[in-house]
T-cell receptor
């Protein structure tokens, strides 16, 4: 019973490319999140959305943007990929003060 | 943003012993404190959570304690088993409803 789905498990992109990471949830959750996970740094919040068309910057938004046109879909955009954006990207959704459900993650390599 | 500090970063315990992980946070408006377990190659999953009106919560071998005055909370695992080996993350839902994570604790249970 998959609840949060990320469009790709692995991606390899070239420096300067525009990259889209897609996330879809089927639980009608208001909140959606994008994190990056790096060894020793935990999960760092990139962007957060609490409703359709609403977005807020997280702790490390530089170099990223997001789009939420529909409640179930939250997209992360790397406008011009750089090697320091090589990482594991995790999408999650939740209700307020509720369990966050994570996608399976996208391992992005920028070469 | 919210500063969530988690200690220790690694923890090795003998099977059957207890494990304790501690987290501190900075936003006094925070009201929700979940703990996630991430097994190797898998997505983080909620194992227990506590809300600000409760000081302690227990679920079988896992317990969480919260001290809002001191702004810290802890995860306790008793009678550890090999399947408890994983990375554990504390998290805090901030006053602005964003969910921030600690850097993680790698727990290894030795047989």
């Amino acid at each position: 019973d998959v609840k949060v789905t990320q469009s790709s498990r692995y991606l390899v992109k070239r420096t300067g490319e525009k990259v889209f990471l897609e996330c879809v949830q089927d639980m009608d959750h208001e909140n959606m999140f994008w994190y990056r996970q790096d060894p020793g740094l935990g999960l760092r919040l990139i962007y957060f959305s609490y409703d359709v068309k609403m977005k807020e910057k997280g702790d490390i938004p530089e170099g990223y943007s997001v789009s939420r046109e529909k409640k179930e879909r939250f997209s992360l955009i790397l406008e011009s990929a750089s090697t320091n954006q090589t990482s594991m990207y995790l999408c999650a959704s939740s209700i307020r003060q509720g369990e966050a459900f994570f996608g399976q993650g996208t391992r992005l390599t920028v070469v | 943003g919210e500063n969530v500090e988690q200690h220790p970063s690694t923890l090795s315990v003998q099977e059957g012993d207890s494990a304790v992980i501690k987290c501190t946070y900075s936003d006094s408006a925070s009201n929700y404190f979940p703990w996630y377990k991430q097994e190797l190659g898998k997505r983080p999953q909620l194992i227990i959570d506590i809300r600000s009106n409760v000081g302690e919560k227990k679920d079988q071998r896992i317990a969480v304690t919260l001290n809002k005055t001191a702004k810290h909370f802890s995860l306790h695992i008793t009678e550890t088993q090999p399947e408890d080996s994983a990375v554990y993350f504390c998290a805090v839902e901030r006053g602005d409803y964003k969910l921030s994570f600690g850097a993680g604790t790698t727990v290894t249970v030795r047989a």
